[in-house]
């Protein structure tokens, strides 16, 4: 338990760039002083971390500090090359450089063994085709104009603020703020029959009157 504290607190330092004890103390559940008792382990381990006094004090490590590739290990590594094997089986990486380049650093080699397909049979690609629209407007803000069939058979043009794609019982969703429903909405993307992404950009909105039930909305007063 305590191995995997100090290994989690140079993870913790290496993102945040450095901690006040306290901070540690509060995420890791323990006392100050057995944070304190951690960084000189770390530290008579070679791994340049310390503390620093003041009022603009705290933990760092060394900004030369590159984490060993040593402290992973096998099963680790092979996680890690998995994950990003999933990932980029949802096109998610854009192409194979990082899974190249970790692979070469652990000196590991994973196989294919995910595939994944958004379209329906005989549907030629549609599907995907609406994925990565959808998946480059929500990361780049982008406003998109849809024409949605509902579950009625009924047609209608929306033009929806894209937030997140979203797969659930076996479909593939996005989850959008709606501007003629005023409202936030979850399309699926089987009824959507056409999509242009807008030269219109957005960013998160200011919201109030936060719901206290079920049945109570947002209310939208601005864009940021």
């Known amino acids: 338990m305590q191995e995997s504290r100090l290994f989690k607190i140079v993870y913790y ?16 559940e323990v006392s100050i002083r057995t944070i304190y008792r951690d960084i000189d382990k770390l530290s008579s381990t070679g791994i340049p971390v310390f503390a620093e006094a003041g009022r603009n004090g ?4 060394m ?19 998995t994950g990003l094997q999933s990932l980029n089986a949802t096109n998610s990486l854009g192409n194979n450089d990082i899974m190249e380049k970790l692979s070469a650093i652990f000196n590991v080699r994973t196989e294919n063994w995910i595939e994944v397909d958004f379209s329906r049979w005989n549907n030629n690609g549609k599907d995907n085709e609406k ?3 959808l998946k480059s407007a929500v990361i780049n803000k982008k406003a998109v104009r849809i024409t949605y069939v ?21 479909s593939w969703y996005i989850k959008a703020y709606c501007v003629q429903k005023e409202d936030y909405r979850i399309f699926k993307l089987t009824r959507i029959l056409y999509i242009k992404i807008l030269d219109e950009s957005f960013s998160n909105f200011t919201l109030k009157n936060k719901p206290t039930s079920k049945n109570q909305k947002y209310v939208i007063i601005e864009k940021e």
């Not at 330092?13 to 890791?28: Q, R, S, W």
């Not at 705290?58 to 490590?61: E, K, P, S, T, V």
Request: positive net charge; aromatic residues 12%.
């Open 150 to 170: 509902g579950t009625n058979e009924s047609y209608s043009a929306r033009k929806i603020f894209p937030l997140k794609l979203l797969y659930k019982s076996k």
């Open 63 to 81: 900004n030369s500090f590159v984490l060993d590739k040593a402290v992973l290990s096998e099963a680790e590594k092979q996680e890690i090359l």
């Open 131 to 133: 994925f990565e629209l």
């Open 58 to 61: 705290g933990i760092y490590l």
């Open 13 to 28: 330092l290496l993102y945040k760039g450095h901690a006040t004890a306290p901070e540690l103390a509060d995420k890791f």
